[in-house]
C-alpha cells in the first residue's frame, strides 16, 4: 500500500505553485524600474569615457595624495567625529524617556500615538534640512550640525527605542505587575533588563550612522569633513581631497571596529546585528 | 567596570562638547528667530510647486535605479562576503575588507568625487548612491547569510555539487525574503539620500535645497520640506506593505 513511485513514474518535476500576488508585484517592480530607466534624463554615453575619467581622477587624488594636508584633514574628520558623539548623546538624552512614553502599555494611547507620528516626520526630513533649520539660532558652528544630528537621532532612536520595549518577554512584566508594581517598577524590573543589550547597540549603530551623516553638514558651513570637501572641490585640489578619503576611510573604519567590538561583547558573543528597519 | 565606562563616556563627550562648541547661552539669546522662522515655514509656498516637480522626479529615478543596480551588484557579492558561502579564507577576508572601505565614504564624499568624474547632473548622484546601497546590502545580506542553516547546502555539497551551485540551490531561497526586505529598506534611504546629495551637483531635490537656502527663501524651502515628507512617508508605508506580502 505503499506509495510506490515504480506504478506511477514521475514523467515531470512538479510544478511550482505561483502566487498571482507576487507576479503582480515583480511585474510592477520592473515596470517602475525600466520607466526609471527610461525616463531619466542622462547621457548614457557618458559612461563610455567613465573608466577612463575614473583612473585619471583617482591618479589626481592618490598618486600621491598631498601629505602636507595630513593635519587639516585629520583635524576635520575628528571634528566630524565630535560632532557625531555630541550628536548622539543629545539624542539618546532626548530619545531614551520619548521611546519609554511611545511604548503601548508603559504610557496612554494618546501618549503614544503623536510621539511616534512626531518620530516619522524627523525621520523623513534629512538631517542637512534640520541643521538649515537650527542655523538661525546657533549660527554657522559645529554645534549647530551637532544639534542637527541629535533631533535626526531622535527620529530613529525613538523608534527603535518604542519597538524594543514593546518586544521584550512579556513573563518579567507579569512578574513586576502581578506583585504589585507600578508603572516605573514596570519599566526598571520588567522592561529595561532584556530592553536593555539591544537599546544600547542601538546607539552605538545610530553613532555609525551620525559619524557618515556628519560629513555633510560641513557643506552648509558646520565644519568638520564636508567644509574641507567643499573648500579644497572648489579649487580642484584633488591631492588634498585625496588625503581627506584616506583619513575619513581608516577614521571610520577603526570607529566601526571599536563599536562593533562593544557591541559583540554588549550581546555576549552572539553576532546579531541590529534591526535595521528604520 | 562600570565606572570605570561611565568615566570614559563622561571623558569623550567633554572632549566632543568642547571641539563642537556647545552653547546654550546662543540658544537662550537667538531662540526667537527660530520661532520666526517655524512661523514662515508653516506657509508653504504652494506655487513653487510646478517649479519642483522636474527636480522631483529626478529624486525618484535616481533612487530607483540605484536602487536597481546597486542589488544586483550587491547579492553576489553578499555571497562571497559570508562564511557560510564562501570557502576562502582569502577572498573572504579580501571581499569583506573592500566592503567596509565602501561603507565608510560618506555618500556625499562619492557624490563629490563623481560630479567632476562624470559631471553634474542624475548620473553622478546614481553612482554615488550605487556605491552607498553596496556596503549597506552586502553587510545586510551576508550577516543574514551568517545565521542560516547550512543543512541543505552540506546536503548539496555532499552530493558532489560545487560551492556556487550549492549556494544557489540551498542558500539563495532561503536568502531571498530577506533580500528583498532588505532592498526596499534600501530604497527608502535612498529617498532620503538622494534629496541631499544634489548639494554637491549630484541631481535631484538637493540643488533646489541649496538655491533656496542661499536666498533665505524659507517658504519655498518649507514647500520642499513638505514633499520630501509627504514622498519618504508614503513610500515607507508602501514598502512596509510591500515587504509584508513578499516575506
Same mark, same amino acid.
Given at each position: 500500500?505503499?506509495?510506490?513511485?515504480?506504478?506511477?513514474?514521475?514523467?515531470? #518535476?512538479?510544478?511550482?505553485?505561483?502566487?498571482?500576488? #507576487?507576479?503582480?508585484?515583480?511585474?510592477?517592480?520592473?515596470?517602475?524600474?525600466?520607466?526609471? *530607466?527610461?525616463?531619466?534624463?542622462?547621457?548614457?554615453?557618458?559612461?563610455?569615457?567613465?573608466?577612463?575619467?575614473?583612473?585619471?581622477?583617482?591618479?589626481?587624488?592618490?598618486?600621491?595624495?598631498?601629505?602636507?594636508?595630513?593635519?587639516?584633514?585629520?583635524?576635520?574628520?575628528?571634528?566630524?567625529?565630535?560632532?557625531?558623539?555630541?550628536?548622539?548623546?543629545?539624542?539618546?538624552?532626548?530619545?531614551?524617556?520619548?521611546?519609554?512614553?511611545?511604548?503601548?502599555?508603559?504610557?496612554?494611547?494618546?501618549?503614544?500615538?503623536?510621539?511616534?507620528?512626531?518620530?516619522?516626520?524627523?525621520?523623513?526630513?534629512?538631517?542637512?534640512?534640520?541643521?538649515?533649520?537650527?542655523?538661525?539660532?546657533?549660527?554657522?558652528?559645529?554645534?549647530?550640525?551637532?544639534?542637527?544630528?541629535?533631533?535626526?537621532?531622535?527620529?530613529?532612536?525613538?523608534?527603535?527605542?518604542?519597538?524594543? *520595549?514593546?518586544?521584550?518577554?512579556?513573563?518579567?512584566?507579569?512578574?513586576? #505587575?502581578?506583585?504589585?508594581?507600578?508603572?516605573?517598577?514596570?519599566?526598571?524590573?520588567?522592561?529595561?533588563?532584556?530592553?536593555?543589550?539591544?537599546? *544600547?547597540?542601538?546607539?552605538?549603530?545610530?553613532?555609525?550612522?551620525?559619524?557618515?551623516?556628519?560629513?555633510?553638514?560641513?557643506?552648509?558651513?558646520?565644519?568638520?569633513?564636508?567644509?574641507?570637501?567643499?573648500?579644497?572641490?572648489?579649487?580642484?585640489?584633488?591631492?588634498?581631497?585625496?588625503?581627506?578619503?584616506?583619513?575619513?576611510?581608516?577614521?571610520?573604519?577603526?570607529?566601526?571596529?571599536?563599536?562593533?567590538?562593544?557591541?559583540?561583547?554588549?550581546?555576549?558573543?552572539?553576532?546579531?546585528?541590529?534591526?535595521?528597519?528604520? | 567596570?562600570?565606572?570605570?565606562?561611565?568615566?570614559?563616556?563622561?571623558?569623550?563627550?567633554?572632549?566632543?562638547?568642547?571641539?563642537?562648541?556647545?552653547? +546654550?547661552?546662543?540658544?537662550?539669546?537667538?531662540?526667537?528667530?527660530?520661532?520666526?522662522?517655524?512661523?514662515?515655514?508653516?506657509?508653504?509656498?504652494?506655487?513653487?510647486?510646478?517649479?519642483?516637480?522636474?527636480?522631483?522626479?529626478?529624486?525618484?529615478?535616481?533612487?530607483?535605479?540605484?536602487?536597481?543596480?546597486?542589488?544586483?551588484?550587491?547579492?553576489?557579492?553578499?555571497?562571497?562576503?559570508?562564511?557560510?558561502?564562501?570557502?576562502?579564507?582569502?577572498?573572504?577576508?579580501?571581499?569583506?575588507?573592500?566592503?567596509?572601505?565602501?561603507?565608510?565614504?560618506?555618500?556625499?564624499?562619492?557624490?563629490?568625487?563623481?560630479?567632476?568624474?562624470?559631471?553634474?547632473?542624475?548620473?553622478?548622484?546614481?553612482?554615488?548612491?550605487?556605491?552607498?546601497?553596496?556596503?549597506?546590502?552586502?553587510?545586510?545580506?551576508?550577516?543574514?547569510?551568517?545565521?542560516?542553516?547550512?543543512?541543505?547546502?552540506?546536503?548539496?555539497?555532499?552530493?558532489?555539487?560545487?560551492?556556487?551551485?550549492?549556494?544557489?540551490?540551498?542558500?539563495?531561497?532561503?536568502?531571498?525574503?530577506?533580500?528583498?526586505?532588505?532592498?526596499?529598506?534600501?530604497?527608502?534611504?535612498?529617498?532620503?539620500?538622494?534629496?541631499?546629495?544634489?548639494?554637491?551637483?549630484?541631481?535631484?531635490?538637493?540643488?533646489?535645497?541649496?538655491?533656496?537656502?542661499?536666498?533665505?527663501?524659507?517658504?519655498?524651502?518649507?514647500?520642499?520640506?513638505?514633499?520630501? +515628507?509627504?514622498?519618504?512617508?508614503?513610500?515607507?508605508?508602501?514598502?512596509?506593505?510591500?515587504?509584508?506580502?513578499?516575506?
Amino acid at each position: 500500500m505503499a506509495i510506490s513511485t515504480s506504478e506511477h513514474p514521475r514523467t515531470s #518535476r512538479p510544478v511550482k505553485p505561483t502566487s498571482r500576488l #507576487r507576479t503582480t508585484l515583480w511585474l510592477l517592480v520592473s515596470l517602475i524600474v525600466v520607466a526609471a *530607466f527610461w525616463s531619466v534624463k542622462i547621457k548614457w554615453s557618458a559612461l563610455a569615457d567613465f573608466p577612463a575619467q575614473l583612473l585619471k581622477y583617482i591618479a589626481l587624488m592618490l598618486l600621491p595624495p598631498d601629505w602636507s594636508q595630513f593635519g587639516e584633514a585629520l583635524n576635520a574628520t575628528i571634528l566630524s567625529v565630535q560632532m557625531a558623539w555630541m550628536g548622539t548623546v543629545l539624542g539618546i538624552i532626548i530619545s531614551f524617556p520619548l521611546s519609554f512614553l511611545a511604548s503601548k502599555g508603559l504610557a496612554p494611547r494618546v501618549v503614544n500615538a503623536p510621539l511616534r507620528f512626531i518620530f516619522a516626520v524627523i525621520r523623513a526630513v534629512p538631517e542637512v534640512v534640520i541643521a538649515i533649520l537650527i542655523l538661525s539660532v546657533t549660527g554657522l558652528t559645529p554645534f549647530t550640525g551637532a544639534l542637527a544630528l541629535a533631533v535626526g537621532s531622535v527620529g530613529t532612536l525613538g523608534k527603535w527605542g518604542y519597538e524594543a *520595549f514593546e518586544g521584550v518577554d512579556p513573563g518579567p512584566k507579569e512578574a513586576v #505587575r502581578s506583585t504589585g508594581g507600578g508603572t516605573l517598577a514596570l519599566i526598571r524590573w520588567g522592561v529595561w533588563p532584556s530592553a536593555a543589550p539591544d537599546v *544600547f547597540s542601538f546607539w552605538l549603530y545610530r553613532f555609525e550612522i551620525n559619524v557618515r551623516a556628519s560629513a555633510i553638514l560641513g557643506l552648509i558651513g558646520a565644519g568638520g569633513i564636508g567644509k574641507m570637501l567643499q573648500d579644497n572641490v572648489q579649487f580642484r585640489n584633488w591631492d588634498a581631497v585625496g588625503m581627506l578619503l584616506l583619513v575619513v576611510i581608516a577614521v571610520t573604519m577603526g570607529i566601526d571596529q571599536v563599536s562593533g567590538a562593544v557591541r559583540n561583547k554588549l550581546i555576549h558573543g552572539t553576532w546579531r546585528a541590529p534591526r535595521l528597519a528604520s | 567596570m562600570t565606572g570605570a565606562a561611565v568615566v570614559l563616556l563622561v571623558g569623550i563627550t567633554i572632549w566632543a562638547g568642547i571641539g563642537v562648541q556647545v552653547d +546654550l547661552p546662543a540658544i537662550a539669546a537667538n531662540w526667537r528667530n527660530a520661532t520666526a522662522n517655524i512661523i514662515q515655514l508653516l506657509q508653504p509656498d504652494y506655487g513653487f510647486f510646478p517649479k519642483t516637480i522636474p527636480a522631483l522626479l529626478e529624486t525618484l529615478q535616481m533612487a530607483v535605479i540605484a536602487t536597481a543596480v546597486g542589488s544586483v551588484v550587491s547579492l553576489p557579492l553578499a555571497f562571497l562576503a559570508s562564511r557560510a558561502t564562501n570557502p576562502k579564507p582569502g577572498l573572504l577576508t579580501g571581499v569583506r575588507f573592500a566592503m567596509n572601505m565602501i561603507r565608510s565614504v560618506p555618500d556625499i564624499l562619492y557624490a563629490a568625487i563623481l560630479v567632476a568624474v562624470v559631471g553634474v547632473g542624475a548620473l553622478s548622484g546614481i553612482m554615488a548612491l550605487v556605491l552607498f546601497n553596496i556596503g549597506i546590502i552586502v553587510k545586510l545580506v551576508s550577516e543574514s547569510l551568517d545565521g542560516e542553516d547550512l543543512g541543505a547546502q552540506e546536503a548539496a555539497l555532499a552530493t558532489g555539487g560545487s560551492w556556487p551551485k550549492a549556494n544557489r540551490a540551498a542558500m539563495l531561497p532561503q536568502i531571498l525574503p530577506s533580500f528583498a526586505s532588505q532592498v526596499l529598506f534600501t530604497f527608502e534611504l535612498n529617498i532620503r539620500a538622494s534629496t541631499v546629495i544634489g548639494l554637491v551637483g549630484a541631481g535631484g531635490l538637493g540643488i533646489l535645497i541649496d538655491n533656496v537656502r542661499s536666498f533665505f527663501r524659507y517658504h519655498e524651502l518649507s514647500l520642499i520640506i513638505l514633499e520630501i +515628507l509627504v514622498l519618504v512617508l508614503v513610500l515607507e508605508s508602501a514598502s512596509s506593505w510591500l515587504r509584508k506580502k513578499l516575506v
